[in-house]
């Protein structure tokens, strides 16, 4: 029977997979290369999961499927919008519904149309879950339990420490090696305050560790100095009758001067999660009592933990070992009972180590002046390749002579050492005004300060810029020709612009969305795309609506690798175990390839070709 076996390793970087195999440090996937193929696969406008993934899924560029970031805009506020998902609501009696904002038709409708089954695990970009026949997990675009893409709750005995915008702090206090806290759950749309679950926490110095007791399950959980508790399922009441399940994992800093423990964002409970995260709805749990609990939201790794220093790099190492065990133990489970069909595992680690690791390939990466540089993790990204070739190999187990067998990632890596405050930028260049009296520094994030009535144009997200059109946004101010003037001295200002400090150009060119897209969606696409040189991106100010003081800013976090530049600089892998056209394999050839396996022909929106006619 008929089966095509896909694993993806999300971020898997070219060019550091090449030099692994040339010294046969990946032996699984030289002997894959071997048997078939190997190529550099071609990636989207832009090269972010989510987009690439849909790309993958649709066999279309992102006109046609409509997810251009993690992060849109509403024209109506300018304020910036979840881009894969949304909630529709008709009345407050009832629950929102979750509409999946990824359009186009993903090839196992088409499958599951002439009986093809598929098994497809933790897919991007398909929350909720599409109605296959089969089995789907759902991935990136999960939220966790406060519907955004992870909060976690850091607990400190220190009185100074102020929360990012991405985080709870909590200021707790420690009483005869007793504390208590809460866990913080959902938001109430209407009250506007958090639910919470109560825990209360015994601090056991002698032994390194704490016990915290709860009305979860376990009841008593501990915790060492340094590691990574189990799961604690907690319950969030939110109504007269009803209550809300989650899982959350603490991380416990340390004991002494002050007290810190880290927990993690909530994640659905698999028994009745709040929304859909599977079809059908009972297989989340259906797999949680096979093999364990897991990892439900879409952001499994928490590097914003990382990012914020509430852990180290030891602890972001162990978490990422947790959730690789955890995928591990899926794929393994769905592959023995596997008989025909798709089947497409994502394994997400690869690119969420790489981001927080790159710095260390690096010495003079700015990160490391901030953070220190620590050579034992100079190859840390090197080893977790090994891993994953490692995961091939139990993967190959389940190929016969019937099965197409893939791995492909949907974008490389890359450095990032500094960051193009593309909003100032666009300030100093005369496209966007601030209110009088607002200088950049001042103007704080979502465009609170932005005067729109003189603005032109503006960024959000990571590289894109949308134009302040007459009948399109709020107070759109320009016409078509104005439109035109503006981007054509958009793109002739950025192109080759160079950052005096280093004296390279930061920007290698400046798309136009009908360059680069095409199909229904093209309208709801950014006007124009950055593509940054090597080493650079939009500084973290620029997504959320900021405009700074100074164009150009060192990255001094310790996400120090990135990927969202010119995508022919950050293509993905492709490996198949069957001879393939290697010449510019891209990712909209994937669907059609998969389809013609089982003889399923394509769709009129498909764009791609097989690989292997």
């Excluded at 993934?53 to 300018?78: A, C, E, M, Q, V």
């Excluded at 879950?129 to 005995?157: A, E, H």
């Excluded at 420490?161 to 913080?184: F, T």
């Excluded at 107070?475 to 612009?497: D, M, P, S, V």
């Amino acid at each position: 029977m008929k089966k095509v076996i896909v694993i993806g390793l999300d971020g898997f970087e070219p060019k550091i997979a090449e030099a692994m195999m040339a010294r046969g440090e990946l032996p699984n996937l030289q002997k894959l290369r071997e048997q078939g193929g190997y190529s550099r696969l071609g990636t989207t406008y832009s090269a972010q999961t989510p987009v690439a993934w849909s790309t993958y899924s649709t066999g279309t560029n992102p006109g046609g499927h409509g997810i251009f970031d993690f992060l849109s805009r509403d024209p109506k506020t300018y304020l910036p919008v979840m881009a894969l998902s949304r909630y529709e609501q008709k009345n407050a009696f009832v629950l929102p519904k979750v509409v999946n904002m990824r359009r186009g038709t993903p090839f196992w409708d088409l499958l599951s149309a002439r009986d093809v089954p598929s098994t497809i695990l933790r897919v991007p970009c398909a929350y909720p879950p599409d109605q296959v026949k089969g089995r789907m997990l759902s991935g990136v675009g999960v939220p966790d339990l406060r519907g955004g893409f992870g909060t976690p709750t850091f607990y400190s005995t220190r009185k100074d420490l102020r929360a990012d915008q991405s985080e709870k702090v909590v200021a707790v206090s420690v009483e005869n090696d007793r504390v208590a806290a809460q866990v913080i759950g959902p938001r109430d749309p209407k009250t506007k305050s958090d639910h919470k679950f109560d825990i209360h926490i015994q601090i056991l110095r002698a032994e390194n560790k704490i016990v915290i007791t709860s009305q979860g399950q376990p009841d008593k959980l501990e915790v060492q100095l340094g590691k990574w508790s189990k799961w604690l399922k907690v319950k969030f009441k939110v109504g007269m009758m009803q209550s809300v399940a989650g899982i959350v994992r603490f991380n416990l800093r340390q004991i002494e001067p002050e007290f810190e423990l880290y927990a993690s964002p909530v994640n659905f409970g698999t028994e009745e999660p709040l929304f859909p995260i599977s079809h059908p709805k009972e297989y989340a749990h259906e797999l949680a009592m096979k093999i364990g609990r897991y990892y439900t939201a879409g952001m499994a790794e928490d590097h914003d933990g990382l990012n914020l220093n509430r852990f180290d790099e030891a602890a972001y190492l162990d978490q990422c070992r947790i959730v690789m065990r955890e995928r591990r133990r899926m794929m393994e489970f769905e592959l023995g009972r596997f008989e025909r069909g798709y089947f497409y595992c994502l394994y997400d680690t690869p690119d969420r180590l790489a981001h927080m690791f790159w710095r260390f390939r690096e010495p003079d990466h700015p990160s490391n002046r901030h953070h220190g540089y620590n050579p034992d993790y100079a190859n840390a990204i090197e080893e977790h390749y090994r891993e994953c070739d490692a995961v091939v190999g139990e993967a190959m187990k389940a190929v016969d002579d019937e099965t197409l067998f893939i791995v492909l990632s949907d974008h490389g890596m890359n450095s990032f050492q500094r960051g193009l405050n593309l909003n100032t930028w666009l300030y100093e260049n005369g496209f966007l005004a601030l209110k009088p009296g607002v200088q950049p520094g001042e103007s704080g994030d979502f465009f609170e300060n932005v005067d729109w009535d003189n603005t032109k144009a503006f960024a959000l997200g990571l590289g894109c810029i949308f134009l302040n059109l007459k009948g399109r946004e709020a107070n759109g101010i320009l016409n078509e020709e104005q439109a035109e003037q503006t981007r054509q001295g958009i793109i002739k200002g950025l192109t080759g612009l160079v950052d005096a400090e280093r004296g390279a150009a930061a920007v290698r060119s400046v798309s136009r969305r009908e360059q680069v897209y095409s199909g229904p969606y093209v309208d709801e696409a950014p006007d124009l795309l950055v593509n940054f040189s090597e080493g650079y991106r939009v500084s973290w100010d620029t997504p959320l609506g900021g405009v700074p003081r100074g164009l150009f800013a060192d990255n001094h976090k310790r996400w120090g690798g990135d990927h969202v530049i010119d995508p022919a600089l950050v293509p993905g892998v492709l490996f198949m175990n069957r001879k393939f056209r290697a010449e510019s394999p891209h990712l909209v050839d994937l669907a059609p390839t998969i389809l013609n396996v089982f003889g399923v022909p394509k769709n009129a929106e498909m764009e791609g070709s097989d690989l292997l006619s």
